[in-house]
C-alpha cells in the first residue's frame, strides 16, 4: 500500500526547521558597496563570520564544485530504496548567468531487480538579485543510461525548473524550488518539488541538506558538501 506524503507539509516543516538555524548577523566593517542589483562579496582571505549581511553565500553565481548522496524512499514501484552520488561543477559566465556540469549515479535492488541509471547534464541557470531574495529559472539538457531486469535504454534528457534563494542570515540561505524533468525515450516524466538549506561554514566550504518530493510521492533526502574556488 502505497503511503501518502503531503508535499506542502513537507516543505513548510523543513523551511521552520532551516529557519531555526538563524545565527546574529554580523556587520563587515570597511566594506565597498556592491554594484546595483549584486551582493556583496565574500572578501578574499575573511571569514564567513565577518562578512558582510548582504555577501553572497549560497550557490548562486558562485564558482564551486559540490559532490551529493541521496537517499529517495521509493514508493512507486520496486526497487524501495534508492541510493544517488552526484558531482556538480557551476561557473558565473556574466553576472546573471551561471553554466554547469553534472553527473549523477543511481542504483537499488531488490533479490529480482537491480537498477542502474547514470545522467550527465549541463545546467544554465538565469538569476537576478534582489537584496536577499534571488529568483531564477533553470533549464538543463543532457542524456541518461538505464539499466534494469537484464537490459538498458538510453534517453535524452530535459529539465525546466524556478525558484528563489532566500538570505534567512549572514551563513544560511534556503532554496525552494519546482521543476519538470522528462526522459522522452523512457517514457518517464515527471515534477519535482524541493527545498534546500546551504550553510557557509567557512569562506571556502558549504554544506547543504534537502528534500525533494516528485509527483509519485517518492521522497528524496539529500546532503553535500560545497567548495568554492
Known amino acids: 500500500m502505497k503511503q501518502k506524503i503531503n508535499i506542502r507539509s513537507n516543505l513548510a516543516a523543513f523551511m521552520a526547521l532551516a529557519a531555526l538555524g538563524l545565527v546574529p548577523a554580523v556587520r563587515a566593517q570597511n566594506s565597498p558597496a556592491p554594484a546595483p542589483g549584486m551582493p556583496a562579496a565574500v572578501e578574499p582571505g575573511a571569514t564567513v563570520s565577518n562578512s558582510s549581511e548582504t555577501a553572497d553565500l549560497g550557490l548562486i553565481g558562485q564558482k564551486y564544485y559540490g559532490l551529493e548522496f541521496g537517499y529517495t524512499h521509493h514508493v512507486d514501484g520496486v526497487p524501495n530504496v534508492l541510493h544517488r552520488y552526484g558531482f556538480a561543477a557551476n561557473n558565473p559566465l556574466v553576472p546573471g548567468y551561471d553554466v554547469g556540469l553534472k553527473y549523477d549515479w543511481t542504483e537499488g535492488g531488490t533479490m529480482s531487480l537491480h537498477l542502474r541509471q547514470q545522467e550527465l547534464s549541463v545546467p544554465l541557470t538565469a538569476y537576478y538579485y534582489h537584496g536577499r531574495v534571488r529568483p531564477f529559472i533553470e533549464g538543463e539538457a543532457g542524456w541518461v543510461w538505464q539499466?534494469?531486469?537484464?537490459?538498458?535504454?538510453?534517453?535524452?534528457?530535459?529539465?525546466?525548473?524556478?525558484?528563489?534563494?532566500?538570505?534567512?542570515?549572514?551563513?544560511?540561505?534556503?532554496?525552494?524550488?519546482?521543476?519538470?524533468?522528462?526522459?522522452?525515450?523512457?517514457?518517464?516524466?515527471?515534477?519535482?518539488?524541493?527545498?534546500?538549506?546551504?550553510?557557509?561554514?567557512?569562506?571556502?566550504?558549504?554544506?547543504?541538506?534537502?528534500?525533494?518530493?516528485?509527483?509519485?510521492?517518492?521522497?528524496?533526502?539529500?546532503?553535500?558538501?560545497?567548495?568554492?574556488?
Not at 518530493?213 to 521522497?219: A, C, G, K, W
Open 147 to 229: 539499466q534494469a531486469a537484464g537490459g538498458s535504454n538510453n534517453s535524452f534528457a530535459y529539465l525546466l525548473g524556478a525558484g528563489l534563494e532566500l538570505q534567512v542570515n549572514p551563513l544560511l540561505v534556503v532554496t525552494p524550488t519546482v521543476a519538470y524533468q522528462d526522459f522522452p525515450h523512457l517514457y518517464d516524466r515527471v515534477w519535482k518539488y524541493g527545498a534546500k538549506a546551504t550553510y557557509r561554514f567557512r569562506r571556502e566550504w558549504s554544506g547543504s541538506f534537502g528534500l525533494k518530493l516528485d509527483e509519485h510521492q517518492n521522497l528524496e533526502y539529500a546532503v553535500g558538501l560545497n567548495w568554492y574556488f
